[in-house]
């Protein structure tokens, strides 16, 4: 009788011990899980800066001609030759940028799509489709920026802004806050799915 009163005590013990294990090993760690997926929310900033993790050399400035006026197509053409200041003599013959535009050659990317395949390892095809649209110009092997007439980096994250939002079945949701010239803007619900083992962001609230 008392070996039956030993054996049913370990056995409680045993399954407040694995109840507990449970418990614990199902709890969300909000706090974790945002610390986690700052990688995610930073490289969306970096897309919507329109850099996109590109390391470029910006003390050296490029610039495109096109073949003709009509292969410009109001700057939708593709660029036939980049050159370097006091080299306009080598493309007179060709229809100058009339935006002068500037290229910056990028050093850890060779292609649009080595780009694709690095803002995969935090963000969904889907989300890359919003952001990024092969920004880049492939020119002789070699990737460069375009930088334009237009305003860039007026569009922003608050990164300190980042809250957890809701859990529905496997996908997490948190909040941002997007910035206008550094002044609050609006709030953009991200959505997040574990992956393989690592977090990737599958949407994204639509900035207007």
């Known amino acids: 009788m008392k070996h039956l009163k030993w054996i ?16 614990e090993k199902t709890t969300f760690d909000e706090t974790a899980f945002l610390e986690e997926i700052k990688p995610n929310v930073e490289c969306l900033n970096q897309c919507e800066l329109e850099l996109f993790g590109a390391e470029m050399d910006i003390d050296t400035t490029y610039y495109g001609v096109y073949e003709s006026e009509e292969a410009y197509d109001n700057g939708e053409g593709k660029v036939a030759k980049l050159y370097l200041p006091g080299e ?19 050093s850890n990317f060779q ?12 963000l969904s095809d889907a989300v890359i489709d919003q952001v990024f649209r092969d920004d880049f110009l492939e020119y002789e092997g070699a990737l460069y ?58 949407d ?4 207007v």
């Open 145 to 202: 920026l375009r930088r334009g007439s237009r305003g860039y980096g007026a569009v922003t994250l608050d990164l300190d802004s980042l809250k957890f939002v809701e859990q529905e079945d496997d996908k997490y949701y948190v909040s941002v806050d997007y910035l206008l010239f550094e002044e609050y803007d609006q709030t953009v619900t991200l959505e997040f799915q574990n992956i393989d083992g690592k977090w990737i962001m599958t």
């Open 204 to 207: 994204k609230g639509d900035y």
């Open 88 to 106: 306009e003599e080598q493309v007179a013959s060709y229809f100058e940028d009339p935006t002068m535009s500037s290229y910056y050659k990028v």
């Open 8 to 23: 049913l005590l370990l056995t409680a013990v045993c399954l407040v011990t694995a109840c507990a294990a449970k418990d």
């Open 111 to 122: 292609t649009n799509e080595e780009v694709r395949d690095s803002l995969r390892n935090y």
